[in-house]
């Protein structure tokens, strides 16, 4: 954790050196300074390469061939890759600082290995890697044409357009609807090129929106359901569900963390979804004296079931870990699954008293269908 | 409901005053004028944060340690944060009015607090917090590498390209395809990268539309759901579903407010949908004399079980909140629900008479499996 | 027909003489003909329109006060309104010829009444309506606040920020990326102001795009659904499917017309849906002879029970209306109805003769469930 | 496949040189040899269009009117056009070099035919066909509306907006958010109906943006399903599915194609999926001796059972083509079938060892509900 904050720091540092050495009042100023702390964070780096490939995990030294094995395993593997990275602006620095002290931005890449929202986009580029290849090509034929169209229409007025080469400036410039407007077509012929591939520029931009969009979908609903999934298996009330249900409960249920003394839920307010306690604690500020609740309990379902307000406020005592079903999935799976409706509602039905205000969709119910006996 | 009118008036003329104030020509003939007129408006919103500070829900008088308390905790709810900013103009302006009425603007964010589709848009950018984030970072990531390069390859040619604080400018226009033209590139490198920013920029807008819009799909499909649940009580029709239909006829419907006079369904139309009455009352336009309908009443079917067009026009006698239910949703319950196909087209008899022409498909849907008696 | 030929030709036309009329060099030539020309067209729809109104439909004369009731009330009608519309250049140009001719471009809505896929766009918006208006609140408040910032960072160094007004227009240009350029930030405050104004550019292009995806999905389904519905009663083949089967089936398949001679299914192409014939007459270029299929027969399933290519080419020999079913669709359903894979297979073997080679897991799929008896 | 590489590299010689012949210094310096090259080029594909369209597939000489037939529905084929349009600058280049090397730029279509990806697009593009001309339809009506209206506003104060023609050009520049800024309005109206112009160009974004994303992923879930299946079929592991599940297990699998000595499986990774052999071989390091597994079998199901890390490192002995099914389909498939989670589980079992152990939740599924006799 301290090594974390200490490697963003220094990382933090390097770049903002790197940016200050480029403005030529503060070269002209601190230029010296300025070199030898660029100095010190590249070295920094550079040592936290020898170490981290030294001990790479898994090679403990002993048993020798192996140990190697692991490094270069370790070397070729993305972590390995990245420290190797960080490791180049010192190898190249520390002779000969001119210049090279540009490359420092390869070290803001360090953030990425700790982001794990970066890891998902990731992902998403690379199952859709076919399809995004294919607009990308479909770009490049749209661009040669244009600029061969634009070189032919405007040539003769117009010196940036004197080759299809500049005329591709042109064309990437206007595609990507960027429109610096630097190259500018003036024929009319010119110009209504110039909207058709503004257009196509348009409809790219949508494909990919689209594609990616449809990736990110997918890639989302995985991983919570992993997380889901894990913390599933750590409260006793889920493992009542037949087999059947216990796949489909884990894709509805959410994982949400809490802070000591957060606010989970406020009095008056709607209620929207009922908790389970995967780990922590929290407090029902109840009259007489507060309620608390352990691991494996749940509360929030009175609201659901009555339809009023939230009753009670409820905060975190210790960090929690919670899973929390929304009403919309809540309702779903009561009515499919009626043990599960009449166990809640039993609950309920206590910690209510008699008599409660039940909302009359939810009566109906459970009265016909859950408690056949009575 | 008068207050708010008020409210919204004070903020839309504090901020025209704001603009007012800002024209050199306006200030030096209205000046003072102006002036005093933004004193009072800012003066109005401090007076309205005291109040409602002073009279918070929940803290009237009495007990004096729980209504600071709730006072306390009205401040830091949404509510209290937006009166309290609201406030702030007036705090700082009326001293010293120069300059102060700037900051005026920052009552627009009053109109946040009575708007629900806003409420929406917080909730999906809060969801997404984690996928935002990454993308925001990736963005970083590409700007710092593009103006690094950029300074590289441009430096000697442009002094706009001087350092890589300056070439930032250049990236962040680029890679939003803003394209000001200030400040463009004139090396073939510099091209080349520029090309490459700009298709970054594509792929950031185009990831970000597929977070928000995978997480609005979803908030959207909450908010339906949770106001049609309230309403689904109220309708004795559905009450009569099993329970495990309740909740999946919920999802389908969808809540239509209707004023006055309102024509529901005009004559000649085609049919898309059914509706059901939750309150209001509705009257049909037939021949000898038009028919009413209360709550609780469903109309519109017969042009989706005969496929013709509407027969006659109905119109909202009071303000009504009606259920629609969509024919795709509509024949899909009906095959699922034989018991409630039944009913309707039993209803619908009534209303058509014997021997009335029933859609193809749907009459042997009907005969074969719905009655089976018969 | 005719008549919407003319109608489509006059506005063409009449937008035509619009845009000449205001080109100096064509007015000095050729001024008085256009202008005379552009009268003849303005007539025509104010002519266009009084008929229209006086034959209204279903006011046919006779009954004085019902005819002008149903007059009026298609006065009100999105058909009266566009009509009027086009009346109006007519109005205002013939009495004075100048200027007025520049309206002549509201003729283009005339386009709008014929064209399906703008009905949809319309329906979008319009069920959009809400969360569209709160993003456009959400948009007005970024402006305000980046205009009354820009116009505090700037106002000394650049005249374009003189005022708040002035920025606004600055703002909307960076905002919506368009950045023409003709007003840019120049202090380091103002640059940074730009690039948030332009990351929140691509937010709310992409809430945009969420919120318009989601609903243009939605609609869709519900339009193939009601065109389909419509042509599965035409279709005896499905009659035979269970009632709770053929909403579900009315959902996979899709509507496809085919002109007289094109070819539906050319030999050697993968195969990937197979077809029902609703309406029109198809023929199989089978060796010995050709063979012909009428409304009611099904083809095309062999590649897909086989996994080989179409065996035969098969052209339309009038104009067919065709209802498809994909493959993805058509092993699920199979699956879940024996009795229609049955039927599908008994067809398919007898076409194929016995001992055609069946693809692998279709095989299993059919031997093992769907012949219990043999 | 050497063919295919011919083909390429002559597409991008023939590009390079079109570009290199508009440079004049080039031109100027071997302006001779790059013309000479280009007509080799031309030649070359005018000469793979003669003998292509001479062995059109199908047409094998002997029956002259068949041949005949074949190769003009090869002509009109898609690759037909293709080859026929990619002779065409031969055709014209050959004769007169001058001007006619400019549309060497349609080789590049020569790529389209042999990339998968652009295919779907294409036909995502023609599904959409409807909504996507209505959204130009649409553009046509708020460019016309936009210049119309800016003429009346700017024309007196800005020549370029001299007459709707001109303006046309500041509308679409507009509307596409490209924002070039050579024309830019300055009176207040103009200004307003600039920020609306942009605002409906987001509009338009948007609309495109949600028309395609939501084909595509339609068109997307179709062909993986279309590849699936056939693989399906190939592993006997899936012969035992009951009938309704194969098309489903088809759904949810996807393929994937190793290289000869990829690694498959790190140890040490969390498990997120596990794999069935379609072809080709792949070895488990295991301790006493590595493992082989051929077409047929499965693996990596242990860490999704367990929920610890994978335990072996799993490489490619062979090119192999696998079917993985991912964590989250894993459960739901189990859950659904008791049967596979019983085989899977005893595989598993024997795998690990007694007594190994399983993910709670899992166990507790397997335990209850599928091996009932236990």
């Known amino acids: 954790m301290l090594w974390r904050l ?15 050495l480029t403005v030529p009042d503060w070269r002209a100023l601190y230029g010296d300074s300025l070199s030898d702390a660029f100095d010190v964070v590249a070295l920094f780096f550079v ?26 395993s370790w070397l070729v593997s993305l972590a390995g890759v990245f420290d190797l990275v960080a490791a180049i602006p010192g190898l190249i620095a520390l002779p000969d600082n001119r210049d090279a002290t540009l490359i420092g ?15 998902i986009l990731e992902r998403v580029i690379a199952n859709a890697r076919q399809a995004l290849l294919s607009v990308l090509l479909g770009l490049a034929i749209v661009l040669l044409a244009a600029a061969s169209l634009a070189y032919l229409f405007e040539r ?8 299809i080469p500049a005329a591709l400036w042109w064309a990437i410039v206007t595609l990507t609807t960027t429109g610096y407007g630097d190259v500018v077509p003036h024929t009319i012929a010119g110009r209504m090129l110039a909207g058709v591939v503004m257009v196509c ?38 493992h009542n569900l037949g087999a059947t249900l216990i796949a489909e409960v884990a894709r509805l249920l959410r994982v949400r963390d809490y802070p000591s003394n957060a606010v989970i839920i406020r009095r008056g307010e709607p ?44 905060t975190a005592v210790r960090p929690c870990t919670l899973l929390t079903l929304d009403i919309v999935d809540f309702f779903e799976l009561l009515a499919r699954q009626p043990e599960l409706a009449r166990v809640i509602h039993e609950e309920a039905s206590q910690r209510l008293g008699p008599g409660a205000p039940v909302h009359a969709a939810l009566k109906a119910m459970i009265a016909r269908d859950n408690v056949p006996a009575s």
């Open 201 to 238: 520029g348009i409809m790219v931009f949508a494909l990919l929106a689209g594609i990616l969009a449809t990736g990110y979908a997918e890639e989302m609903r995985r991983r919570e359901f992993l997380r889901t999934w894990e913390m599933v298996a750590k409260v006793p009330f889920f």
């Open 156 to 163: 003769s007025t117009d010196p940036a357009f004197s080759s």
């Open 6 to 20: 200490v490697h963003h720091s220094m990382v933090a540092i390097g770049i903002g050196l790197m940016l200050a």
């Open 105 to 119: 931005f390869i070290w803001v890449f360090k953030y990425v290995r700790y982001s794990p929202g970066l890891s």
């Open 47 to 72: 040592l936290d390469f020898v170490l981290r490939f030294y001990a790479a995990p898994g090679a403990p030294g002993g048993e020798h061939r192996g140990a190697w094995r692991t490094r270069l």
């Open 271 to 314: 209620g929207d979804c009922m908790f389970f306690i995967v780990e922590g604690e929290v407090e029902i500020e109840l009259h007489p004296q507060p309620l608390r609740l352990e691991s494996g309990a749940f509360f929030g379902e009175l609201a659901l079931l009555t339809g009023a307000p939230r009753n009670a406020t409820i």
